[in-house]
């Protein structure tokens, strides 16, 4: 029987050293918070839900959050050394979109402050401190390891998705994204690559990639863009600052 996972079940249990998560449905907040020395989660196809919280402070490097993970609780993963990590969407689930719980950095938690406020840096803060503009700003703890990311379901790369995310390399998108809104990857300055078809994308939004001048790679072929006739709306500043390319290609009708 698919169960669930009792909140704070096995918070502090500082001895365990390996999760595998199986027959659970839902995993409840802070069922592994501060189990300092678990090096090894695996998450098993049964889960549909991980709560706010609930392996924060282990000490994995890397994560698969399968595909039927339906949602994501706010600092799942907050203090967690993460070098890679592989989620079905962004943010705290596949419908979010243009809130501050549909970023990438919400499932490491979050501080709010007044807008213009202080831009914690990566620099400044041991982390990478994504952000997020509405009212207020909103500074995410995005691990300063965390070099890699997959997402595997999402079609829509929601509003400022990895904004100023300014230590991260690689980025894989699926093949079927349809939408990346505006901001989406404004301000990647280590950026390299972004692994994603352009077959049924429609729209690339302002300043999407702009200021990503370590960007060498989207789609598949090196320093050349290539905008096929299906993408109807190409954004300002869409690609500015990319000193990168050598090649822009535009079949846009």
Not at 46 to 52: G, M, P, R, S
Not at 68 to 80: R, Y
Request: with cysteine; glycine share 10%; net charge negative.
């Amino acid at each position: 029987n698919v169960m669930t996972l009792g909140s704070y079940a096995f918070a502090g249990c500082t001895r365990l050293t390996t999760l595998s998560v199986d027959m659970v449905g839902t995993i409840g907040e802070g069922a592994f918070d501060g189990c300092i020395n678990v090096t090894s989660i695996t998450i098993g196809d049964e889960v549909t839900t991980i709560n706010a919280y609930a392996f924060r402070n282990t000490m994995i490097t890397e994560i698969v959050v399968p595909d039927n993970v339906t949602g994501i609780g706010v600092g799942v993963f907050q203090g967690c050394p993460l070098v890679s990590i592989t989620v079905p969407f962004i943010g705290n689930a596949a419908t979010t979109a243009s809130t501050t719980a549909g970023v990438f950095g919400y499932i490491f938690g979050y501080t709010a402050t007044w807008h213009g406020g202080t831009v914690m840096t990566s620099a400044g803060a041991g982390y990478t401190s994504q952000i997020y503009y509405n009212s207020d700003m909103y500074n995410y703890y995005i691990p300063s390891t965390l070099r890699h990311v997959t997402i595997t379901k999402d079609t829509t790369i929601p509003y400022c998705a990895f904004n100023k995310c300014d230590l991260i390399e690689t980025i894989t998108l699926p093949k079927n994204v349809e939408w990346i809104d505006g901001n989406a990857f404004l301000d990647c300055t280590a950026l390299q690559s972004v692994d994603m078809s352009f077959d049924v994308l429609t729209t690339i939004g302002n300043s999407a990639f702009q200021n990503c001048p370590s960007l060498v790679r989207i789609g598949d072929v090196e320093k050349t863009i290539s905008i096929p006739s299906n993408v109807v709306t190409l954004g300002s500043y869409a690609f500015a600052g990319c000193t990168k390319f050598v090649t822009v290609t535009v079949d846009m009708v």
